[in-house]
């Protein structure tokens, strides 16, 4: 069974820190970019990093560039999302998607972690 889990997410206070793991089952990452998605309530789902498969090149959306960052590591076929000096408008349902090509269109979705910033 093809499946992306992620977690890593809770509650943590402004300017703190928080590591989202993807990790998948049923195939390998290897060959795929993993995009890390992001939907806060009331808003529109917002593409917020990705890693490519072939040369591991990363892209940022301008609102995390800076404090994210997305690495991958191929013998626990696991993406990793750091996430340093959160702010509350960081708040969001955090979901990773694997894709041929960072941008194209997403083939297999995980189900969400909840990451909240608050004091």
């Known amino acids: 069974q093809v499946q992306l889990v992620e977690s890593g997410g809770g509650l943590v206070q402004p300017g703190g820190s928080l590591r989202l793991s993807c990790a998948a089952s049923?195939?390998?990452?290897?060959?795929?970019?993993i995009g890390w998605f992001r939907q806060a309530p009331g808003k529109e789902r917002e593409g917020v990093s990705c890693i490519s498969s072939s040369d591991s090149r990363t892209y940022y959306a301008d609102s995390v560039k800076g404090r994210f960052t997305i690495s991958r590591d191929f013998a626990k076929n696991t993406v990793y999302l750091q996430m340093n000096s959160l702010k509350p408008e960081d708040t969001a349902v955090y979901h990773c998607?694997?894709?041929?090509?960072?941008?194209?269109?997403?083939?297999?979705w995980g189900q969400g972690t909840q990451v909240t910033v608050s004091s």
């Open positions: 049923g195939f390998t990452l290897d060959y795929y970019a």
């Open positions: 998607a694997a894709s041929v090509l960072c941008g194209d269109e997403y083939d297999y």
